[in-house]
């Protein structure tokens, strides 16, 4: 069929099944989830019909690792890897589909998210000759043509070049999934980096934002990989057997990132081992075994987190996802900082934590082909759809 009646077609439908691909900062994997759809915009509903993490293997993980949020990278790489991102992902799709048993003509679309390999908003370069910025690799035109699936892909940048700073884009699909006037809503997501969308109640006097929040697991999986070469401290076993050091804590939390205004975005490009070794430097008695360091990295996440959602001022329903709910000192502390707070499982919602940011960029997906746009009436949200189309054609 013609490309664009194709599209045309796929835009006419009340009922659309997506795939959404999530491929975060922790690069541990791809998060595949086909989601069935029933509208669009506020009376969006969405199923998640089946979920997978593909696992990266090791080779795959260090070639990105190679040239992921580093200032100084071999071009040559950067653009085999947009290519070989596009094909992997492709793949990966095409075995999830087989596993499922599911044919590639049932799925209207696929939601790429693709790679993020720098994200460098203005509060990072803080070069006044250039706008925020962010790259994300994987290209979209390998997927669409290799699993036979019209893909929508790249969605930050239209959020830039409408004034935001491309990221957090949780807010959208949070807004349209979860706002309930009764109660404020907090939605938490614990990835490499930690960010929350604030869904006022009715009543509220707050207006709706999402925002990063600063270190989620980021650094504490790069400490394990430097220290232990695990890549991450499964169920906190290390980082319970350290003390935080409440020196090294202040001094983590010390960087302008912390005191700028919400909503604000960052990435590993700033919480990385550098940023850790810098404070380690710093510091007068410097004698911290490794799970010190690592109960301390958990702690300064936890303060992060729990600053931001006390600073809201208000009593609000908090649901946490991501893979650092699966971290039970982070959650614990967590939930010590935040006592007045009501926690509820996502998986009441329908979605689980580990696959709620990959059906969130399938809703991104959805809203784009419905061709409309919603308007958030809010400053910090720009009335705007994302992605661009790539045909298997
Ligand atoms: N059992 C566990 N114990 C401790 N930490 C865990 C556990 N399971 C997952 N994690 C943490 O969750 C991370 C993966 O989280 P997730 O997949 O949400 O990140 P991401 O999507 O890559 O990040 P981002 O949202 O920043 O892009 C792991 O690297 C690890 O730090
Ligand atoms: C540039 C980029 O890829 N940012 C990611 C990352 O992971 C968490 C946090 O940092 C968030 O800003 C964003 O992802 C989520 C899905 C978002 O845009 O809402």
């Known amino acids: 069929m013609n490309n664009i009646r194709r599209l045309f077609e796929i835009s006419k439908k009340t009922d659309r099944r997506i795939i959404g691909l999530m491929s975060g900062t922790s690069l541990d994997g791809l998060d595949i989830a086909l989601c069935q759809f029933n509208g669009s915009g506020l009376s969006t509903e969405v199923k998640l019909l089946n979920f997978i993490t593909i696992p990266y293997p090791q080779d795959f ?7 992921f949020s580093k200032e100084t990278i071999s071009l040559e790489k950067l653009c085999l ?11 990966y799709i095409n075995r999830a589909l087989s596993e499922w048993n599911i044919k590639a003509e049932a799925v209207d679309a696929i939601a790429s998210h693709g790679q993020t390999i720098f994200h460098a908003p203005f509060s990072k370069h803080q070069d006044p000759n250039y706008t925020n910025a962010t790259l994300q690799i994987g290209d979209g035109d390998h997927i669409a043509v290799n699993t036979g699936i019209v893909t929508i892909s790249d969605f930050r940048q239209k959020n830039i070049a409408a004034g935001g ?16 006037p009764s109660h404020s809503t907090v939605l938490l997501n614990i990835g490499g980096i930690a960010n929350i969308t604030f869904l006022p109640s009715a009543t509220s006097k707050g207006t709706m934002f999402s925002t990063d929040l600063g270190p989620g697991n980021t650094m504490l999986d790069q400490f394990m990989q430097r220290k232990y070469q ?13 003390k935080v050091n409440q020196d090294l804590l202040n001094l983590l939390l010390d960087d302008l990132f912390f005191s700028l205004p919400l909503p604000k975005s960052t990435g590993p490009e700033l919480f990385n081992l550098k940023y850790l070794d810098s404070r380690l430097a710093k510091l007068q008695n410097g004698n911290l075994s490794n799970e010190d360091i690592l109960a301390t990295l958990c702690e300064l996440s936890a303060i992060a987190i729990s600053r931001a959602i006390k600073d809201l001022k208000e009593k609000v329903i908090l649901i946490p996802s991501g893979g650092g709910v699966h971290n039970p000192l982070l959650m614990e502390r967590i939930k010590f900082y935040l006592p007045e707070t009501t926690l509820r499982n996502i998986e009441d919602y329908g979605i689980t934590a580990d696959s709620k940011e990959a059906v969130l960029f399938a809703l991104l997906a959805n809203e ?6 919603i308007n958030f009436k809010t400053e910090t949200v720009k009335n705007i759809c994302m992605g661009k189309v790539s045909f298997p054609q």
């Not at 890897?81 to 793949?91: D, F, P, S």
């Not at 957090?168 to 349209?176: K, Q, T």
């Open 61 to 67: 993980k260090e070639d990105i690792k190679g040239i």
């Open 368 to 373: 784009t082909l419905s061709g409309e746009t």
């Open 230 to 242: 695990l890549y991450f401290d499964k169920d906190a076993l290390y980082a319970k057997k350290g």
């Open 165 to 180: 700073e491309g990221a957090p884009l949780a807010v959208y699909g949070d807004y349209i999934l979860f706002n309930t």
């Open 81 to 91: 890897l947009n290519e070989k991102i596009g094909i992997v992902h492709a793949n």
